[in-house]
C-alpha cells in the first residue's frame, strides 16, 4: 500500500484501527523522498532519524512536512536562506507543540522563497523545487515546498505560511488545498517573521476536510504571542459536516475580474461560479473599490516590517558571520551581504526607505491609513454576502525562470493581498485544471475568526467540484 | 521621490558590489513609482491600522520562569569565548 498517498483524514482511520503504524507512513514518505526528491526538490532537508524515533515514540501521529522557517528543536531552520545555513532550533515554535499534542509529529523540512519573499521559490537560497504536474514550472511561493510536497504526494499534509499570498498561490498551482487562517488565529511564536502585522501559519493539504482538522490543532491562544485572542477554537471537521451551498450568499468583488486575467483562469473561475449557482448559492456582484492600492500598500508595508525584523540577522549571535570583517561595522555589513540573496536585499532597501527620515509619513504612515480603507471595504462587504469567491492567482504555475522582473513577479499576489492586509480568512481550493494539465484554484475569503464559514463553503465546493 | 540605493543600503548595514547598485537602482526606483499611486488616495481623518485585527496592550503575569538554558543559546554562535559571544572591539582605544 502507498501510504504516503493518504491524507490526514484517511491516516488518522488507518491508525485508529491498527492497519498501519506511524513508523509505516514515515517509512512510506522517506522512500517516496528518495524517489522524487531529485526531480521535485520539495524538501531541503529530511531528518529520517529523528523522523523514525519520533514515530516510534508516537505510534499513532500522521507525520506533517515543516516549511523551514517554522522551528523544530534539535531540527535545521534556514528559512532557505545562506545566512542560517547551518542554524539548529534551540526549541520548538508554538504551532509544533500543538501539533505535537493533537497526535502529529514534524517530518522533513519544505523549501520556500528565502525569508518567505516571493511568488516562485525561487528566492530559494539553498534549493530548487519544481512543480509536480510540470517539472518545468514553478511550485508557487513562498510555500512551494510545502505545496510540492502536498501536490506531489511527498508528505500527508504540510504547514505554510501567508503573508500576502504565500500559501494560497502555491497551493493553486499545486492542486492543494491551502488556508490562511484569520490574523490572530494561530500563534507565531517560533516562526521566523518577515511582516508581522500580517504573517500567519496555516494547513496545505490535499483535502478541505484535512485543513479543517489541522487547523483545529495549530489555532488558538498563546500567551507567547500577545496577537492570539482568547477565542475558542471550534472543532472544525464537525462544523463542515454537511456543508452545502444552499443559502449561501457569494459575493463576486468585481474588481478582481480584471481583463489581464489568464483566459484559461477565467474560464475555470467562471466555471466555478456556475457550478456554486446551480448548488443552490445566490451570486451577487459586489465592489471592493480599494482593491486597485492592496498591492502598493504590501509593497511598503511588508518590505518596511520586514527590513526591522531582519535586522536581527548581524552575524553577532548566529548565522553567518563573515571571515572578511575588520570591525563591527563591516561585521553587520559583510554578513548581511554575504548571506542574503537579491530579493531580500531588495525588500531590505525598500523597507528601510520607506521608514527612512523624511519618507515615513509619505510611504509608511499613509500606507497604513489606506490599509484601513482596504480593510472598511470588507468590514462592508460581509454585511452583505456569506462569503467572496475569486480567482486566487492571475495565472496557472510560470515556467522556472520565465519572471525577471521583481515587479511583474509581485503581480502574482494581486488577488491574495488584499485579505491578508484586512486580517480575514481565506482559502485557496482546487477548481480544475487547463488544457495543458496545469491545476487552478479558486479562492474563497471570509470574516475574521469566520474560519468555519470559509471551511464549510470551502468543503461545499470541493464537493461540487470532485 | 527619488531612492538613493547606495545610501539607504548603508542605512540597513548591507554592503552592495558596484553591480548590485546598478541593478537594483532601477528595479527600486521602478518599484517606488508604484507604491507612488497611494499618494493620491484621500486619507483625511483615516486611522492608520498597525495590525491585522485591532490589538490592546496584551498583558501576561510578570513571572520568573526558566529561559533558554546558557550553552542551548551559545550553540548556534559564530563565535564565543566561555559564555560569551564574541565580537571584534567596538569601543575605540579600549583594550581588546
Known amino acids: ?466 | 521621490m527619488k531612492i538613493d540605493v547606495a545610501y539607504v543600503a548603508e542605512l540597513a548595514r548591507l554592503e552592495l558590489t558596484d553591480e548590485e547598485k546598478s541593478v537594483f537602482q532601477p528595479q527600486l526606483e521602478n518599484i517606488v513609482k508604484y507604491v507612488d499611486m497611494i499618494s493620491k488616495v484621500d486619507v483625511e481623518g483615516v486611522e492608520p491600522m498597525m495590525h491585522g485585527r485591532a490589538i490592546v496592550n496584551a498583558f501576561r503575569e510578570d513571572i520568573v520562569r526558566p529561559s533558554l538554558p546558557t550553552e542551548t543559546a551559545l550553540k548556534n554562535a559564530p563565535q564565543r569565548v566561555g559564555d560569551e559571544f564574541l565580537l571584534p572591539k567596538i569601543v575605540e582605544g579600549a583594550e581588546s
Open chain 1, 1 to 466: 500500500m502507498e501510504l504516503f498517498k493518504l491524507g490526514i483524514k484517511e491516516a488518522q482511520e488507518g491508525l485508529a484501527k491498527g492497519e498501519f503504524s506511524s513508523s509505516d507512513l514515515v517509512k512510506s514518505i522517506i522512500e517516496r523522498y528518495h524517489a522524487k526528491n531529485d526531480e521535485i526538490g520539495a524538501y531541503l532537508t529530511f531528518d529520517e532519524e529523528d523522523a523514525l524515533r519520533l514515530a516510534a515514540e508516537n505510534p499513532k501521529a500522521v507525520p506533517i512536512a515543516i516549511k523551514d522557517l517554522i522551528n523544530v528543536v534539535g531540527q535545521p531552520c534556514t528559512c532557505a536562506s545562506k545566512i542560517l545555513k547551518g542554524y539548529i532550533s534551540p526549541y520548538d515554535a508554538t504551532v509544533i507543540k500543538n501539533l505535537k499534542a493533537s497526535g502529529f509529529i514534524p517530518c522533513g523540512r519544505v523549501n520556500m522563497d528565502e525569508f518567505a519573499m516571493g511568488s516562485s521559490t525561487e528566492n530559494s537560497g539553498l534549493g530548487k523545487t519544481r512543480n509536480p504536474y510540470d517539472l518545468t514550472r514553478v511550485p508557487g511561493g513562498s510555500s512551494g515546498g510545502s505545496a510540492a510536497a502536498v501536490g506531489g504526494n511527498m508528505c500527508i499534509a504540510a504547514l505554510g505560511t501567508d503573508t500576502g499570498g504565500s500559501i494560497r498561490q502555491p497551493a493553486s498551482f499545486c492542486n492543494c488545498v491551502g488556508i490562511k487562517p484569520s490574523y490572530g488565529r494561530v500563534s507565531r511564536f517560533g516562526v521566523t517573521a518577515f511582516a508581522s502585522s500580517l504573517d500567519q501559519v496555516g494547513p496545505m493539504t490535499k483535502s478541505v476536510e484535512d485543513s479543517a482538522i489541522l487547523l483545529k490543532a495549530l489555532a488558538g491562544h498563546d500567551e507567547m504571542d500577545g496577537t492570539t485572542p482568547r477565542i475558542d477554537v471550534p472543532d472544525y471537521a464537525k462544523e463542515i459536516e454537511g456543508a452545502s451551498m444552499k443559502g449561501l450568499k457569494i459575493g463576486l468583488p468585481k474588481e478582481y475580474f480584471i481583463d489581464g486575467l489568464d483566459p484559461e483562469v477565467k474560464r475555470i473561475t467562471d466555471e466555478a461560479i456556475k457550478k456554486c449557482a446551480s448548488a443552490g448559492a445566490e451570486i451577487v456582484e459586489v465592489s471592493l473599490p480599494h482593491t486597485e492600492y492592496a498591492m502598493a500598500v504590501y509593497y511598503i508595508i511588508a518590505p518596511a516590517e520586514a527590513s526591522a525584523n531582519l535586522a536581527r540577522f548581524d552575524g553577532v549571535r548566529y548565522g553567518h558571520r563573515s571571515a572578511a570583517s575588520k570591525d563591527v561595522f563591516t561585521l553587520y555589513t559583510k554578513s548581511r551581504a554575504e548571506g542574503f540573496g537579491p530579493e531580500v536585499k531588495r525588500r531590505i532597501i525598500m523597507g528601510t526607505y520607506v521608514l527612512s527620515s523624511g519618507y515615513y509619513d509619505a510611504y509608511y504612515g499613509r500606507a497604513q491609513r489606506v490599509r484601513t480603507l482596504i480593510k472598511r471595504d470588507f468590514d462592508e462587504v460581509f454585511t452583505k454576502v456569506d462569503a467572496l469567491l475569486t480567482p486566487c492567482a492571475p495565472t496557472p504555475a510560470f515556467k522556472l525562470g520565465e519572471l525577471q522582473d521583481p515587479l511583474t513577479m509581485y503581480l502574482n499576489d494581486l488577488f491574495t493581498i488584499p485579505s491578508a492586509l484586512a486580517g480575514v480568512c481565506a482559502s485557496s481550493v482546487p477548481a480544475g485544471f487547463t488544457a495543458a494539465g496545469l491545476p487552478v484554484g479558486v479562492q474563497f475569503i471570509c470574516g475574521g475568526f469566520e474560519e468555519s464559514k470559509l471551511l464549510s463553503v470551502s468543503k461545499a465546493f470541493e464537493d461540487i467540484v470532485k
